[in-house]
C-alpha cells in the first residue's frame, strides 16, 4: 500500500542501501567532471552554473512545495529547523551559480560546457528524493511537543552546521578566485587548505552531520551516511589528481578530506 509513511521509510531505506554502491563505484570511477574532466569523456555537457541550478533545485521548490501539507505547518519550530537546510541550499542553488558565472574569465567561458548532463539529472533525482524526507520529517513526522531534548539537539547541530557551511562556503571561494585568475590550475593554499586538499567536502560532511543531529532522526542520518559515501572518494580523487599534477610541489602532509587522518 503507497501511503505516505510507507514512500517515506522506503526512501530513507533506499538512500542508506545505496551508500555503499556508491561509495564502491566512486573509488573505481571518477565522475568526469571539474578537474577530473577530458576531451575524451564523452556525453551531453551543460554549463556548469546552469547544472547546479538545475540539479539543486529540488531542496528548495520541493520544500517549499510539499511543507504546508505536514501536520506541523503552523508550529514554528519545525520553521526553525528546516531554516538550516534551506540555508544551505539557497547558496548552493542560486549563490554559488552565479558565483561560478561571474567568476569565470571572459576567455575561459568555453570551459563552462564541461559538466555531464546525465550527473546533473542523476543529481537532481537523488535531490527529490533526500528534500523529501528531510522536509517530511521536519513538517510532518517529527514530535515537537514530547521532544524534552529539542533544543540540546538543535543548539548542539546548529553549531556543527554552522562551522561546516563556513568551512564549506570559505573553501569555495578560494577555489573560485584561482579559477577567476585564470591559467589553469594551481595549488590552494591557506587555511584548511594546508591540511586537506578537499575542505570544501569536508565543510559539507561536518553540516550534515549538524543537520544529523538537529533532526536526531533516521532521514538526517541517511543525508548524512549518502553524503560521505559520496565526498569521500571524491575528495581521495581530487587529492591523487593534484599529486599527480604538482608531483614534489605539491604539499606532503595535506591528506584528502580528513586532518591528520585521511
Known amino acids: 500500500m503507497f501511503s505516505d509513511e510507507n514512500v517515506y521509510n522506503f526512501i530513507i531505506f533506499f538512500i542508506f542501501l545505496m551508500a555503499l554502491p ?17 576531451s575524451s569523456s564523452s556525453g551531453t555537457t551543460i554549463s556548469p552554473p546552469i547544472a547546479w541550478a538545475f540539479m539543486e ?28 537546510f534551506l540555508f544551505h541550499y539557497t547558496n548552493r542553488t542560486i549563490i554559488y551559480p552565479l558565483r561560478l558565472y561571474f567568476g569565470s574569465k571572459p576567455n575561459s567561458k568555453k570551459s563552462t560546457s564541461h559538466f555531464p548532463l546525465n550527473i ?33 539537539r538543535f543548539c548542539g547541530g546548529l553549531i556543527v552546521f554552522g562551522l561546516g557551511m563556513v568551512v564549506n562556503v570559505w573553501a569555495d571561494g578560494v577555489l573560485l578566485g584561482l ?11 591557506g587555511g ?11 565543510g559539507e560532511i561536518v553540516e550534515w552531520l549538524g543537520w544529523a543531529l538537529m533532526t536526531w532522526s533516521w532521514a538526517g542520518l541517511a543525508f548524512f551516511v549518502y553524503t560521505c559515501a559520496n565526498l569521500v572518494p571524491r575528495a581521495v580523487s581530487n587529492h591523487k589528481w593534484y599529486v599527480e599534477k604538482f608531483g614534489e610541489d605539491y604539499p606532503k602532509n595535506r591528506k584528502a578530506v580528513f586532518p591528520f587522518l585521511y
Open 22 to 38: 556508491t561509495f564502491i563505484l566512486a573509488q573505481l570511477f571518477t565522475s568526469p567532471y571539474g578537474k577530473h574532466h577530458s
Open 120 to 152: 546533473a539529472v542523476t543529481a537532481f533525482i537523488y535531490n527529490i528524493l533526500n528534500s523529501y524526507i528531510q522536509c517530511r520529517w521536519v513538517s510532518h513526522y517529527a514530535n515537537y511537543e514530547s521532544n524534552e531534548w529539542f533544543w540540546v
Open 192 to 202: 584548511l587548505f594546508e591540511y586537506v586538499s578537499c575542505p570544501n567536502y569536508l
Open 57 to 84: 533545485s529540488p531542496t528548495l521548490w520541493l520544500t517549499f512545495l510539499i511543507f504546508r501539507f505536514g501536520k506541523n505547518y503552523a508550529n514554528p519550530l519545525a520553521y526553525l529547523l528546516i531554516s538550516p
Open 179 to 189: 579559477k577567476s585568475q585564470g591559467g589553469g590550475y594551481k595549488i590552494p593554499r
